[in-house]
């Protein structure tokens, strides 16, 4: 039996790790802290939004799907956003929760305004023939200090995915496109030095926001 067990349950698509005691991986916008922070949300309090100079209808490229929640919490904002991610399987598990969003009485014009792709984002990036207004990347990084540990649903994504090791390609091929402001959000413990200085940083409690402006 493999490790990683993809299935249908009753709620939705799950992924289940089966060497580890922890609830399967499935990926909700209408539960839990999640819900609770997009009833309240406000580009003040959102360090992503700011980041981001969200604003209704900018075009957003979100090139790192993961579990979909800054593509989301950017869409909630009015934001029309391109979702890609390249793991079919994290594209299953997000297909899935959209199709279960669009169908939410208070989610349903949230997730009209997202637009999934299943596929590397340096091929797309290569080809992109509209400019969106921003693009994000929030690549995996590896899990280095305790304190800085990643927490629930992630933790299963790390261990399903493992690091990230072309981040620095991704980060190329968004900076060659004539996109005017590319994002980077990365943990504050990673100290690798980008090629280029951003023209601005936000600081979280453990993440940073580093902004290009062109
Ligand atoms: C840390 S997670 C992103 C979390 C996401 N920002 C969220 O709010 O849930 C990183 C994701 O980016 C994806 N990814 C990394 N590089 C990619 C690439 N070049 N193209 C598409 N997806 C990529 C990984 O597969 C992983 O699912």
Known sequence: MSRFVLEKSEEGLRLTDTFV???PLLID????????RLKNITVKKELIAR????KSLAKVLD?????????FLLASLGCCVTM???SHVLAFLLEDALKRALRHPELGDIAMRINLLAMDARYYLSRMDVVPDVIILDPMFPDRKKSAKVKGDMQIVQRFLGKD????ALFDSAMNTQCP???MKRPLYDKSKLPVKPTNTMLGSSIRFDIFLR
Do not use: N
């Open 21 to 23: 005691r922890q609830h």
């Open 29 to 36: 916008f209408s539960s839990g802290h999640f819900a609770h």
């Open 51 to 54: 980041a981001a100079g969200a």
């Open 63 to 71: 090139c790192t799907g993961g579990l979909g929640r800054d593509a």
């Open 84 to 86: 890609i991610e390249r």
């Open 165 to 168: 090791e072309d981040v620095m």
């Open 181 to 183: 402001r590319v994002v």
